[in-house]
C-alpha cells in the first residue's frame, strides 16, 4: 500500500481492552513522517493505552486490530525514569552500542543544558533537570517516532514552557514523527502540527494546526481552536 | 480613675495576646534528637550497678563476675595466648558457613529470582526449610556428617542460606515495574538488564540479608560450639560453667557482643560504599 510508504505510523482497527473494559475501540489512524501530533482527552479516554500499545508495553491486554510504525522508537515518560544508581550519563547512554556512546551523550548533555551534571546522582537533580537528562536519553537514540506520555505534566508552569521550548529546538533538526499525550490544551496548541481528541477509546475530532512556529497563545486561529478543544473536553471556555 | 483601669485592662489584653502569638507554634509530638554518646547512658549505668553489687558482696562472684575481674580476665586470657587461639577457631567456623551460605542463598536468590524453571524448582523447597529452625536439623546433621567441624559449617550454612535467599529474592521480584518498562523500550538484552537494572536494583534488600546473615552466623556458633569440640569461644563458655568460672563466661559474653558489633559496621561501611548514591543528597 502507498500509505506505507509516506506515513510513519498506520494504525488499522486497533482495539485494546482490560479485563473486558474496552479502552481502544477500533482507532484507524494514518501519521505522516515527521509529524508532531498531540493526543488531547480526558483522563480514561484511552490516549495513555494508545501510546503504550504503539511503545509495545501492554501484554496484559485483549488486543485486536494491527499498527506498523519505525522500528527506532524512544519512549519519554512522565517520571524521568532515571536509574538511581547510575550516574546521569551512565542513565543517558543506557543501551546504547555505539564507540562513541559515551562522546555523543557528553554532546547530548551539553545540548540539554546538563554539561556540569555529566557524572551527578539523579537524586541530586531538580525534576526539570531530570526530564532534561531523559530528553537526552530519548533523543540520543535519534528515534524515527517518539512516543511522550505526559512528559512535562509534573513539572512547575516555568520549567514546563522552558522544557517545551527545549524540545522544539531538539527536534527542529532530527525530525522525529511524535506523539505527545497531554492533559494540557496550551501545550498541545503551541506545539502540535495537528491536535486528536480522544473521548471514550475513539478519535473524535482530529484539527491541524498550521500556523508557524514560534506561536504565541494569543494568536487568534490558536484562541478559536483552544476555545472549541476545552469545549470538546466538557470545559466551558466562558467559564474561566 | 476610669480612665486608667481602662487602660490597664487593654494592656492585660495585650500582654495576653501576645502570650497567644508565643503558643501559636504546634507542640512538639515527636522527641527531639538524641545528641552523639547519649544512647550510652543505659548500658553504662547497668555497668556500674553491676560493679557496685559485686564489690559490695550483693552479686556473689559465683553467680556473677564483676565486669572489672571479667575484663582482667580477659586481658589475662589474651596475654598468655589462650583467647586468639579459640578466637580464631570460632571465627574459621562461623566465617566459612557465613561465606557459604551467603554464595549459595544469593546463587538460589538468582535462579529464582530471574527465571520462572528456578522458581518453580527452589522457592518452595527453601519456604519449607524455613519452617524448620536449624537447631531442630542437629540430630540428623550429626547421623550424617559426624560431630566433627563439617556438621558445624553445615548448619551455620543453612541457617545463614535462609534469610539471604528471602531477602535477596524478595528485592529480585520487587523489581520496579518503571524500570523494566523502561530497560524494554531502550532494547537492553535479558544479560544488560540483568547486570544493569535488575542486579543493582536488589542490591539494598542483598545487604539486608548480609546484616541478618553476620548477626545469624555467631548465634548459631555458640549453640554448636556446646558438641564435641575443644576450641572456640562456645566451648571456653561451657568449660568455665563446669568450673563455676563465671568471670570466662563474661568474657565470652562480650567477645560475642564485639563481634556481632564490629561485623555490623563492616558490613554497613561496604554498604554505604556500594550505595553511596543513596547518600548523594546527605540524608
Known sequence: MNAHLTHAVVIRDLSRSFKGKTVLDHISLDIPAGQFVALLGESGSGKTTLLRALAGLDDDAESKGHYSRPDNVSVLFQDSRLLPWKTVIDNV??????????AAAEAMLADVGL???????PSTLSGGQKQRASLARSLLRAPALLLADEPFGALDALTRLRMQALLMRLVEHQRPTIILVTHDVDEALLLADRILVLKDGHIAEDHAVSLAHPRHQ???ELSLLRARLLASLGVEAGNL | MTDIST?????RRITRNADRTDRKKPARLTPERLPAGWRLIGPLIILMGWEAASRLGVLSPNTLAAPSTAVRTGIDMVLDGSLPVHLAASAARAYSGLFLGVFAGVVLALLSGLTRTGEALIDGVVQIKRAVPTLA?????IIWLGIGEAMKIFLIFTAVLIPVYINTHAALRGIDIGHVELARTLGLSRAEFIRHVALPGALPGFFVSLRLAVALCWTALVVLELVNTQTGIGYLMNRARDWGQTDIIVVGIIIYALLGLVSDAIVRFIESRALSYRRALGS
Open chain 1, 93 to 102: 547512554k543506557l543501551g546504547l552500542r555505539r564507540p562513541d556512546a559515551r
Open chain 1, 115 to 121: 554539561g556540569d551534571k555529566a557524572t551527578a546522582w
Open chain 1, 218 to 220: 494569543h494568536q487568534t
Open chain 2, 7 to 11: 487602660s490597664t485592662i487593654v494592656n
Open chain 2, 137 to 141: 536439623l542437629i540430630p540428623l546433621v
